[in-house]
């Protein structure tokens, strides 16, 4: 089980490693990522680093525990938690995701949990299954908001809340793969859109 780690509970030296870590498994993904890279990118040596990890198996563990917890925070903070209507908070989590990939222009770097998902799921249990739990919890989230927005609105429809969520988990993270082979984060934009229309539909609304 990856043990929790909150920013604010590490140490300075152990925090810019795994930021480090975070930053570079992002961009080049776990097994182009060297200790090396990683020290370097921090601004440190090698027993800095060994002082807080015994491996890059250990600091890959921290990182995915930093970031998925940094992502988590970011949702629940977002301007969509605070409306009343969970229709309003279903397609405002949409709005946030088109809004959080950033300007045009820029590409994103996509989402550590889906790179080491791809990368480790047949390597490393460990990793796989944790992979798994924080993608459970993200279904979980939005099936939330999904059931109490059909409940309120579209009572009769038959779709099952878990599974469009995790048909938006899909959409999400193939699309952030789209959008690096792509160069350009319109493909997420746009199939956002189109779960939007999708959405739409399920609940019989038109004016969202």
């Known amino acids: 089980m990856l043990h929790r780690i909150a920013s604010t509970e590490l140490p300075e030296t152990k925090r810019k490693l795994v930021d480090a870590g975070v930053k ?7 097994n182009a990522t060297t200790v090396d890279d990683i020290c370097g990118e921090a601004g440190l040596t090698k027993g800095g680093f060994f002082h807080y990890f015994k491996s890059k198996d250990d600091i890959a563990r921290a990182a995915l525990t930093h970031f998925h917890e940094g992502k988590a925070r970011d949702y629940e903070a977002a301007p969509f938690r605070k ?4 229709l309003d908070r279903v397609f405002g989590r949409l709005d946030y995701v088109k809004e959080s990939v950033g300007p045009k222009g820029r590409v994103t770097k996509g989402c550590l949990i889906g790179v080491f998902a791809q990368e480790l799921a047949f390597t490393s249990p460990e990793i796989r299954d944790a992979c798994h739990n924080f993608f459970s919890r993200i279904v979980g989230d939005f099936s939330h908001d999904l059931a109490e927005a059909k409940a309120a609105h579209a009572s009769d429809a038959k779709f099952d809340p878990k599974a469009v969520a995790e048909l938006y988990l899909a959409i999400v993270q193939g699309s952030l793969m789209l959008a690096k082979v792509a160069d350009a984060n319109e493909v997420l934009r746009d199939n956002i859109e189109q779960f939007r229309a999708y959405l739409r539909f399920l609940l019989g609304v038109t004016d969202k």
Not at 24 to 30: I, P, Q
Not at 83 to 86: E, I, K, S, V
Request: charged share 35%; hydrophobic share 35%.
């Open 24 to 30: 570079l498994m992002r961009e080049r993904g776990y």
């Open 83 to 86: 409306l009343a209507d969970p």
